[in-house]
């Protein structure tokens, strides 16, 4: 570096007047410009949490929502060069500062990190799928899924319910949030656990349905075992319809 | 006739790619600019809808790229890996201008998102001069600086003219001239405006920016690009025209979008004083 100390020091004190409101007296400045800085670097971080988290927005009161703000300002290092990321910096701080419990809104964290995730599924990088095929055998390939998705696990369900709701609903809620592969438009699906179940093995230990179903009827002995295949066979029709599953491999052994 | 009509191919006149407006770009039924410019932070590496919309616009237009993090005045290490993601996104998209503001973004690892002033002293040269080097060597080309707005004054120890002219002499970089910046900066330090501009490297301008502002006081004026460009604007980049050989010249308009109509307007008018000036004879009388 080859500012002097001085200089460096100046500039410490610049942007800690703007993230601060602190220690406005910086050495060959004008008061009314150094407000300004501060006005404009604040709202450029309130626009941005108000875009990305409009129903948190509504649901918190002014003072909590500036304090938020504020807060995340002075005292958050944000890491990155994408404004549009800068949301889920907030969410990780709102978390990791406890404000669910400081506002008695303990949906807090999961409100924000679902309108975070949203915002992601819409706006991260194509991710293209291994080579598929459109037709194939249900039970015996295996599946190709569309590559474009989060599950998600929520304490309350903010998807469901509005916030005052959703906090007497508290439990375990899973969510798959994906990028409809033709509009991309994207959506969300409520998965039962036995659906996650279901999914987890299809996804990511790349199990075909035959070998579920015999992994099931292994593991708990039952005889009849028709309508746990029924169930896996609507929900695999679902994700189909619904372009969570695009096709099957193109690696299958049949 | 023929040489009038190359040197008004050599006119580029540019508006800056915002979601807001996108549409309109893709429809070019309102207008239809020589090239856009986007914020590489805004579009480096996103997918989907915006993506989609991203890859149609540039296969339609030349892309320029005007950044704002790399933070040239930061104190800290240049963010490498952030520049990487950059000369990638200059190479996938054959981008010919890359450019960023002589400010401060970023400092003690931590983004600001928002440009701040450099204090203009002779250590901030020689600190800024070889980071702007530093760039150049890594992209392989030259770095275009642009003369930012300022609110206050931060310790200076030199005009705003010599330390911007020091920069580009000692680095090497190339100018961007936001010529409404030039306008504000004159209205809030009280300095003359064309005498700025006498007093500019002229010829290591690549590239000018208009836009409009907002005077939130009396005695200050906000660069917001959500106006208008005022007619004292205009006549300044008349003045400045007048005095160069032809560079692309961006409207940036980031908020408070008007009908499309105006910002055609608005181009159509920078155009037409590109055109007054830029005429091959003149031009060919400059050069010699």
Redesign the interface.
């Known amino acids: 570096?080859?500012?002097?100390k001085?200089?460096?020091k100046?500039?410490?004190r610049?942007?800690e007047w703007?993230?601060t409101g602190k220690n406005i007296d910086?050495?060959?400045?004008?008061?009314?410009?150094?407000k300004?800085?501060r006005r404009?670097?604040r709202n450029?971080?309130n626009n941005?949490m108000e875009q990305a988290f409009p129903i948190a927005n509504e649901v918190l009161t002014e003072k909590e929502w500036d304090t938020l703000i504020d807060d995340f300002f002075a005292n958050?290092?944000?890491?990155?060069?994408?404004?549009?990321k800068?949301p889920f910096e907030f969410y990780q701080f709102v978390q990791k500062q406890s404000y669910a419990i400081k506002f008695n809104k303990p949906f807090l964290n999961d409100l924000l990190y679902f309108e975070w995730i949203e915002i992601e599924?819409?706006?991260?990088?194509?991710?293209s799928p291994e080579p598929y095929k459109k037709d194939g055998d249900v039970n015996k390939n295996k599946i190709e899924v569309n590559p474009?998705y989060r599950l998600i696990k929520l304490k309350f369900p903010v998807h469901l319910y509005a916030t005052e709701e959703a906090k007497k609903h508290s439990g375990n809620y899973f969510l798959l949030v994906y990028?409809h592969p033709d509009n991309?438009e994207v959506r969300f699906v409520d998965l039962p656990a036995l659906h996650i179940l279901f999914f987890e093995k299809i996804v990511n230990e790349e199990m075909t349905i035959s070998e579920i179903l015999k992994e099931i009827e292994d593991a708990s002995g039952l005889e009849n075992i028709e309508a746990v295949e029924k169930n896996i066979l609507e929900f695999v029709e679902t994700m189909f319809n619904q372009k969570v599953f695009i096709g099957y491999k193109q690696t299958y052994q049949n | 006739m023929l040489i009038k009509q190359e040197m008004t191919e050599d006119i580029k006149i540019g508006l800056g790619f915002r979601r807001e407006i996108a549409k309109s770009f893709l429809d070019q039924d309102v207008i239809n600019p020589d090239f856009i410019e986007v914020a590489p932070e805004n579009w480096i590496g996103l997918g989907g809808y915006w993506g989609d919309v991203f890859r149609k616009v540039t296969d339609m237009y030349p892309l320029i790229l005007h950044g704002l993090s790399l933070s040239i005045g930061s104190p800290e290490e240049v963010d490498w890996p952030f520049l990487k993601k950059v000369k990638r996104f200059i190479k996938d998209f054959n981008v010919e201008i890359y450019s960023d503001h002589l400010t401060f973004a970023k400092i003690d690892n931590a983004h600001l998102y928002d440009l701040l002033p450099i204090p203009f002293r002779e250590d901030s040269v020689k600190h800024v001069v070889k980071r702007i080097k530093e760039v150049q060597d890594f992209l392989e080309r030259p770095l275009t600086i642009e003369n930012a707005s300022y609110y206050t004054p931060v310790a200076a120890e030199m005009t705003e003219q010599q330390f911007i002219s020091s920069i580009v002499e000692e680095s090497g970089c190339k100018l961007l001239l936001d010529v409404n910046n030039v306008y504000v900066n004159a209205f809030n330090h009280n300095y003359d405006a064309k005498e700025f501009i006498d007093n500019m490297p002229l010829e290591k301008v690549m590239y000018i920016h208009m836009a409009g502002h907002y005077k939130i006081q009396p005695d200050l004026i906000i660069d917001t690009h959500g106006e208008a460009i005022i007619d004292p604007v205009f006549e300044l980049f008349d003045y400045t025209i007048e005095k160069m050989t032809p560079v692309p010249v961006l409207l940036e308009r980031d908020f408070d979008f008007p009908e499309m109509e105006e910002l055609k307007n608005e181009m159509d008018r920078l155009r037409a004083i590109c055109t007054k000036h830029w005429t091959s004879d003149v031009i060919q009388q400059r050069n010699i």
Do not use: P
């Not at chain 1, 910086?26 to 150094?34: F, S, V």
């Not at chain 1, 599924?121 to 991710?127: E, F, I, K, L, P």
């Open positions: 570096m080859l500012y002097s001085e200089t460096y100046i500039e410490q610049l942007a703007c993230r910086i050495k060959g400045t004008k008061k009314e410009g150094l300004q800085y404009l670097l450029n971080i941005t958050h290092k944000a890491q990155t060069n994408h404004v549009w800068l599924v819409h706006t991260m990088a194509d991710q474009e990028r991309f």
